[in-house]
């Protein structure tokens, strides 16, 4: 009886041991060891570019109030109506996970009065964000954006070196890319626009074609109604009367003067008269970054400008650009700060996607240094011989080498398998024998020759083939 009580509680806490899995959720990754090279590289040279460039960088909280992004981002953008992950709270407060960084920082900026800093104000931000989108390749439920804002700064100058910031930062990564570029007018200038696509959607039987969301779109938000990607929208929208033929004179001049610094710097891009962005908050120069090859296939009929901008209408774009495809986009928000309860400010930035930049390092098999590897490998036979290589583990690394070791382990076969794993050109090896003589072997891990060395010139000796790493 004792005997059968003790089994019954040891099927108890094995059945607890092996609970039921739960697994990630839908749309959301988990990054793994092998993955993180490519987020090294990929943040490294972010930051770098940003530095360069004079920004400094920024965090907000992951939690916001609703309120933020229903305000700036925009009560009928995609984002706010269908995509936010948002919830009431222990105190009755209405909270969202951030779909975006900007307007987390233009509160940051208003809230912590960077309007009385020399101006502009130009700041760099690394975080995830959150979208309940329809997960499917490259687009995720958890994503994260290296954002970039300059706040303060009217001048078309300032687009265009966010646009050329943004390039080098694809090119020094290998990534073949384009600029879509387009004006999308101040509310002087969209104004009139806007009456003309709505008259030229309500004529000859139009608006009976548009799509579902867009029949809803022609009341709300007419101007979503030129980047929906269903083929009959996508068709019309070629037909549409273009915002740049609408343009006042200030907000054309700052186009052109943003498109010819572009081409003063050779920043490729494309004019795309149907780029309108999915935020309310944009004016002026709207800009997403694509891969080469989705612009190779849907450019048809898109013009580089001359002097003065014509357009040609893109030729009724042939299956529609997965949404996805964009790399970066961003553009300039002049009313945004403002419209928050700021001082009237200028500004404007751009958001990248790394996970959309790792796939594409990934596509284009750009070798990358295995961050893992090592310089030298320290291995050990015994106690006695661990702890002490344990020491010596420390003054290599304090050294600057990149030493590799496997303390846990007590076989010399399993300790070399590891070494030639991580790539070392030696291995140290200390057993028993070593530390009665003084001294350590040094394994050439290519040619699998091993002399023996004086334990107290290890320093010298290291250093005498693999080089000094602080020089
Ligand atoms: P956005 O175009 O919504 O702009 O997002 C920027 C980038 O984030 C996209 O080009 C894409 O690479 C990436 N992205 C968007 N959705 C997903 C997703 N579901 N999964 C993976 N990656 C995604 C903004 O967020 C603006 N705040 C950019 C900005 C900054 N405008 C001015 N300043």
Redesign the pocket.
């Known amino acids: 009886m004792p005997k059968m009580f003790k089994k019954k509680e040891e099927e108890k806490v094995f059945k607890v041991r092996r609970g039921k899995f739960v697994s990630r959720l839908r ?1 959301m990754k988990d990054i793994l060891p092998d993955e993180y090279k490519y987020w090294n590289l990929v943040i490294k040279k972010a930051s770098e570019l940003s530095k360069a460039y004079g920004f400094r960088r920024i965090g907000t909280p992951v939690l916001e109030n609703l309120e933020l992004f229903e305000r700036s ?1 925009g009560r009928s953008s995609d ?1 706010v109506t269908k ?1 936010m992950f948002s919830f009431i709270d222990k105190n009755n407060d209405k909270i969202a996970l951030r ?5 987390g ?1 233009v509160r940051t900026y208003i809230e912590h009065g960077m309007f009385n800093l020399p101006q502009p104000v130009k700041l760099f931000w690394l975080g995830p ?1 959150f ?1 309940h ?1 329809k ?1 499917q390749a ?4 958890q ?1 994260s ?1 290296f ?3 300059n706040i303060g700064d009217p001048s078309p100058v300032a687009d265009a070196e966010l646009i050329s910031l943004a390039y080098y930062f694809f090119r020094e990564l290998q990534i073949d890319v384009i600029t879509q570029i387009n004006s999308i007018g101040c509310a002087v200038c969209r104004k009139e626009y806007l009456v003309k696509l709505e008259n030229f959607y309500k004529e000859r039987g139009r608006r009976v074609k548009l799509c579902h969301d867009c029949k809803k779109r022609l009341a709300k938000n007419p101007l979503r109604l030129l980047d929906c990607k269903e083929k009959p929208c996508l068709e019309m929208a070629a037909e549409a009367p273009q915002i740049v033929d609408s343009l006042c004179d200030d907000c054309r001049n700052h186009f052109i003067k943003v498109l010819e610094y572009l081409d003063e710097l050779d920043i490729p891009y494309n004019l795309n008269p149907t780029l309108v ?3 309310d ?2 004016n002026r120069t709207v800009f ?2 694509w891969p080469v090859e989705v612009e190779a296939s849907a450019d048809a009929g898109l013009d580089k400008i001359s002097d003065q901008p014509t357009f040609a209408k893109p030729d009724a774009v042939k299956e529609g650009l997965p949404r ?1 495809s ?6 300039r ?1 002049d009313g945004l700060v403002e419209y928050m309860g700021g001082r009237p400010t200028p500004a ?10 790792i796939l594409k390092i990934k596509e284009k098999n750009i070798p990358l240094k295995d961050e893992e590897k090592g310089d030298i490998f320290l291995a050990q036979l015994g106690d006695q011989a661990r702890r002490k290589i344990m020491k010596l583990f420390e003054v290599l690394r304090k050294a600057g080498y990149s030493a590799r070791q496997a303390f846990t382990k007590d076989s010399l076969k399993s300790q070399l398998e590891m070494a030639n794993k991580m790539g070392v050109k030696y291995t140290l090896i200390l057993g028993q024998k070593e530390i009665m003589d003084g001294t350590i072997l040094i394994r050439d891990m290519e040619s699998g020759i091993q002399e023996i060395i004086d334990y107290k010139k290890i320093l010298a000796e290291v250093e005498k083939r693999l080089g000094n790493p602080a020089k």
């Not at 779909?99 to 307007?103: F, S, V």
């Not at 490259?138 to 439920?141: I, K, M, P, T, V």
């Not at 964009?326 to 553009?331: D, E, F, I, M, W």
């Open positions: 749309g981002s984002i995509e779909p975006e960084a900007t307007p920082i964000v979208r989108d997960p490259g687009r995720f439920r994503f954006q954002d970039l804002e962005r999915g935020l908050y944009y997403e970054i996805q964009a790399l970066g986009g961003g553009g928000y404007c930035g751009f958001g990248i996607g790394i996970e959309r930049v």
